[in-house]
C-alpha cells in the first residue's frame, strides 16, 4: 500500500492538549500537522531561487515537486467535516446513473462504460452494476473516514453498519453487506472535468474480515486521492434519517431525494431526462409510475414541499429542510 501522508514531527508544544479537549485530540494533531507541513513546503519552495536567478535543472525539478506536495499535503489528507445527522456526496455521483434505481438480482459485468450525467464531469465506470444499496453502503464508509486521516484504515462490525444503514437485523442482511463491499472494491471509476481528472480508481481500495464470537469485523481501506471529488463545491449533504425514512426498496425516490439534494431550487426537468439520469430499466411508460409515486413519498417524508407533472416536465418545491452545506465550509455546493 502507498501511503499519502507526509511525515513531520510535531513540537511539543502542539501535542500539549487539555483535558478538556482531549476527545479532539486526533483531528487537533492531524490540522497541526498539515499546517506546520504546508509553511515548511512554502518556505522551502521561496528560498529555492530568487526570481532574477535563472532555474538549475535541479532547482526547478524541487520546485515542482514542492507545488505537488503543497497540493498533497491540502486535498489528499482528510474529507470535508459534517455532522452525524448527514452523509456526504459527491455532485458528480448522485446527478448520474453511477448508482442507479435498478433493483435486479441479475447484474452486468460493464467495462469503461460512460455513465449518464447531469454534472460538468465526466463519467467511466468498470464493474459490477451498481444500486443504491452500494450507495448506501459507500456513503456509511465515507462518513466513518471523514474524522480522520484519509490514508488510515477504516473499522467496524456489520453490525455497526447496518444499525447505520437502518437495516434489518437478519442474516441475509449480513450476508447482503458482505456481496456489497467486496462488490464496491471491484471497481473503476473515472471522474474528469474536461482535461483534468478528479479521481480515477476504485471505491474502496482495499477490504479484509475476520469472524470472532459470531461479530464479523471489517477492515477497509480507501484511495487518499478519493477526496479530489469532496471538496466544498462539489459535495452535497444528505439527510440520513430522510434516506432511511424512504427506505432501501424506493430506489426512485432515494435516487431523487439525492439528486434534488444537489441542488438550491431544483429547476424543471422532463420525465425523460430524470429516467436517463436515473438509470432505469423500466419502460419510459413504467417510470412515469414509479416516479410519481417516488414524488410522493418524497412530499410524505417532508423532503418536498409540492411537486408538478405538467406535459412530461418535473417541478419540485423543496421544503427548507432540504438546504444543507458543509458544517465546515462557507460555501455551498447547491445550485
Not at 137 to 149: E, F, G, N
Not at 202 to 223: C, H, K, Y
Not at 296 to 321: A, C, M, N, P, W
Amino acid at each position: 500500500m502507498i501511503s499519502h501522508q507526509n511525515k513531520v514531527q510535531v513540537s511539543p508544544e502542539e501535542n500539549k492538549i487539555s483535558e478538556d479537549t482531549k476527545q479532539f485530540e486526533p483531528i487537533n494533531i492531524t490540522l497541526a500537522r498539515r499546517i506546520k507541513r504546508i509553511r515548511e513546503i512554502a518556505d522551502k519552495q521561496n528560498s529555492i531561487v530568487t526570481p532574477q536567478e535563472p532555474l538549475s535543472n535541479e532547482a526547478e525539478k524541487s520546485s515542482r515537486t514542492t507545488k505537488y506536495d503543497i497540493g498533497k499535503v491540502i486535498i489528499q489528507e482528510v474529507l470535508p467535516m459534517w455532522d452525524d445527522f448527514n452523509r456526504g456526496a459527491p455532485n458528480p455521483v448522485i446527478r448520474s446513473s453511477l448508482f442507479s434505481v435498478q433493483t435486479t438480482e441479475a447484474r452486468s459485468f460493464v467495462k469503461k462504460q460512460t455513465i449518464y450525467s447531469s454534472s460538468n464531469h465526466q463519467i467511466s465506470y468498470t464493474g459490477e452494476q451498481l444500486q443504491q444499496e452500494d450507495l448506501s453502503v459507500w456513503l456509511c464508509i465515507i462518513h466513518m473516514a471523514r474524522k480522520q486521516s484519509i490514508e488510515n484504515a477504516i473499522y467496524f462490525t456489520t453490525y455497526q453498519l447496518i444499525k447505520d444503514l437502518g437495516w434489518k437485523m437478519h442474516s441475509d442482511t449480513y450476508a447482503r453487506v458482505k456481496v456489497i463491499l467486496s462488490r464496491l472494491k471491484v471497481t473503476g471509476v473515472t471522474i474528469a472535468a474536461g482535461t483534468a481528472t478528479a479521481y480515477e480508481g476504485s471505491l474502496i481500495e482495499d477490504i479484509a474480515r475476520s469472524e470472532n464470537n459470531g461479530q464479523t469485523f471489517w477492515m477497509v481501506q480507501l484511495n487518499p486521492r478519493i477526496t479530489g471529488i469532496f471538496l466544498s463545491d462539489t459535495t452535497t449533504l444528505l439527510e440520513w434519517e430522510v434516506r432511511k425514512q424512504i427506505g432501501k426498496k424506493a430506489t426512485v425516490a432515494l435516487w431523487l431525494h439525492a439528486y434534488y439534494s444537489s441542488h438550491r431550487n431544483p429547476f424543471p426537468i422532463s420525465v425523460r431526462k430524470l429516467y436517463e439520469l436515473c438509470g432505469s430499466s423500466n419502460r419510459l411508460t413504467g417510470f412515469r409510475v414509479n416516479l410519481n409515486n417516488a414524488l410522493i413519498k418524497l412530499v410524505q417524508v417532508g423532503f418536498l414541499e409540492s411537486y408538478t407533472v405538467e406535459k412530461d416536465i418535473v417541478s419540485v418545491i423543496k421544503s427548507k429542510r432540504g438546504n444543507i452545506k458543509l458544517v465546515n465550509s462557507d460555501s455551498t455546493s447547491l445550485i
